[in-house]
């Protein structure tokens, strides 16, 4: 195995010389679970069923889901009670499971609200244990990952569960005469490259992909985004007069809250929830000097590209308004990547900074958060860094 460590070579593997990588083995693991959606499969395949999904996430399509994320937020937020303890990282996984169930595959469901969240909460609680199984398969040498102690018959079973759950959706919007406008019917319209539309497999295994890339990313950068206004009382009062500036029906984004928006880079910056991510040399290929044989597995890093002293003075000091001084286009490309770069950069980026504005309004204008005094909040490594668990307090803003 080899490790990308400058941002030079991160550039040349992911954009400057793409053509000569597959996604490696971390997506193999996960292929014959999640299927071959957007996040596992490759070449001329992957290019149509990119350019067939991207209409969902343009910026005008986003502004359309907006209304329903602010619904899906304030829902849960409004039914925090004063002095109540939250465990936050699994508030924030359900509610962004929610939205993005709500916002991408069900424009009108009859079922309501309701039916909704429980959805949500299953999708949830299967799709955490299937990115630990496929963590478990790639780090692990097969013989040892496939032992019933280290959870792998769950694993397979919530893998079918899933798979099941997303199979009925795909059934029911096919059937639906009424052509809801969500995602499902826009991966069943015909395109230039696929008159037909997609199959209820290939339609299947794209729900898979998106909910497999879309919601545990979100929730865990945001439980990191808590944890650090539970820390620093200043920040929070900042992004509150934020709030309070602008009126309800502004879309939040980099423009309308900028200052909201450099603490969310910030977060993606020290807390970047992926750290390993990797690719395969398909053909002999030289990176950095060095000649990478074909079949040679690569790891890179957004979480440790973060931290370079060289690009991020003092690198582990959180500081929002660094941006303010050095803004993402003067660094080299390479060194800060979030949501990656090249032709597999994250579809969802401006999806779930949207999303992710949107969450943090409606809490911040709302409620300030306390950290319990007992409890010592670790970043722990599974397929994402995330918090252990992060129970705060909430308290309402004193009225003025
Ligand atoms: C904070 C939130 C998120 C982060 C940090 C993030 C990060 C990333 C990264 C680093 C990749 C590249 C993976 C690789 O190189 O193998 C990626 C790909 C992807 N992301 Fe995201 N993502 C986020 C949210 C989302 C959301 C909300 C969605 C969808 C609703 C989404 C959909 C995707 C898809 C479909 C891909 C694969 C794109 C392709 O291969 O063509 N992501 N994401």
Redesign the pocket.
């Given at each position: 195995m080899f490790v990308l460590n400058s941002p030079e070579a991160v550039h040349d593997v992911l954009v400057t010389q793409s053509r000569k990588f597959s996604?490696g083995l971390l997506f193999d693991i996960a292929r014959p679970f999640i299927g071959n959606g957007?996040?596992t499969s490759e070449r001329e395949f992957?290019r149509r069923q990119?350019r067939a999904l991207q209409p969902a996430f343009h910026r005008d399509s986003i502004a359309g889901y907006v209304g329903t994320m602010i619904d899906v937020a304030e829902e849960q937020v409004s039914t925090w009670r004063p002095g109540e303890v939250i465990v936050m990282d699994q508030a924030m996984r359900r509610l962004m499971t929610v939205m993005?169930v709500a916002t991408?595959f069900s424009t009108e469901r009859p079922d309501g609200a309701e039916a909704m969240a429980e959805l949500g909460d299953r999708v949830a609680e299967h799709l955490t244990t299937v990115m630990r199984g496929v963590f478990v398969g790639t780090v692990l040498p097969a013989p040892i990952a496939s032992l019933p102690a280290l959870g792998h018959r769950r694993y397979l079973s919530a893998a079918a569960a899933l798979r099941d759950l997303a199979d009925t959706a795909v059934r029911q919007a096919r059937q639906d005469p009424t052509g809801r406008g969500d995602l499902l019917s826009i991966m069943f319209t015909g395109t230039a490259g696929n008159p037909q539309g997609m199959s209820d497999v290939e339609a299947r295994d794209e729900l898979l992909?998106?909910l497999m890339?879309?919601a545990e990313?979100?929730s865990t950068?945001l439980s990191w985004a808590l944890y650090e206004l539970g820390r620093r009382p200043e920040i929070t009062d900042r992004i509150k007069a934020e709030c309070r500036s602008r009126p309800v029906e502004v879309i939040p984004s980099a423009t309308t809250f900028p200052f909201t928006d450099r603490f969310l880079r910030e977060v993606?910056r020290l807390h970047q929830?992926?750290w390993l991510?990797m690719r395969r040399a398909l053909e002999p290929v030289r990176v950095s000097g060095i000649e990478l044989p074909p079949g040679a597995e690569i790891i890179y890093s957004?979480a440790t590209m973060h931290r370079d002293p060289a690009y991020f003075p003092d690198p582990l000091r959180f500081d929002p308004d660094r941006w303010l001084d050095r803004s993402q286009k003067e660094l080299p490309p390479g060194a800060y990547i979030?949501?990656?770069v090249g032709n597999?950069?994250?579809?969802?980026d401006f999806?779930?900074m949207t999303e992710m504005l949107v969450v943090l309004r409606s809490i911040v204008s709302r409620w300030r958060l306390h950290p319990l005094e007992k409890h010592r909040v670790r970043p722990v490594v599974q397929a994402q860094i995330r918090p252990n668990s992060l129970p705060m307090l909430v308290s309402p803003w004193p009225t003025r």
């Open positions: 996604k957007i996040i992957h990119r993005l991408l992909s998106l890339a879309g990313t979100t950068t993606l929830p992926n991510l957004a979030p949501f990656a597999r950069k994250c579809i969802g999806f779930s």
